[in-house]
């Protein structure tokens, strides 16, 4: 059974940063894209950043500058550096890991930026 479980979240104050990791375990085929997605109170979950086997990286225009995404593939890890945070930040991150078969999220972790 394939599992992503995050770690990092939590509460930072403006301006401030926060290193957000996902670790991959179990039987996972070859993984293609490792992502972070973000779900603010009452909207839609959306893209923050990606990163994909080759390296090409893709972000929000609202992180573009300020956070950086990282993966080891040898570990089956990937990084979420969040730097300027800022309270528009605030919500729940999701991993997300796609393989040719399928699509894998993780639980989720809180991150709160406080003014």
């Known amino acids: 059974q394939v599992q992503l479980v995050e770690s990092g979240g939590g509460l930072v104050q403006s301006g401030g940063s926060l290193r957000l990791s996902c670790v991959v375990s179990g039987r996972i085929s070859s993984i293609r894209d490792m992502g972070w997605y973000r779900q603010a109170p009452g909207k839609q979950r959306e893209l923050v950043a990606e990163i994909t086997s080759r390296g090409s990286i893709n972000y929000a225009d609202s992180v573009e500058g300020r956070f950086t995404i990282s993966r080891d593939s040898g570990k089956n890890t990937v990084y979420l550096q969040m730097n300027k945070a800022s309270p528009e930040d605030t919500a729940v991150y999701y991993c997300?890991?796609?393989?040719?078969?399928?699509?894998?999220w993780g639980q989720g972790t809180q991150v709160t930026v406080s003014s």
């Open positions: 997300n890991v796609q393989t040719f078969l399928s699509d894998y």
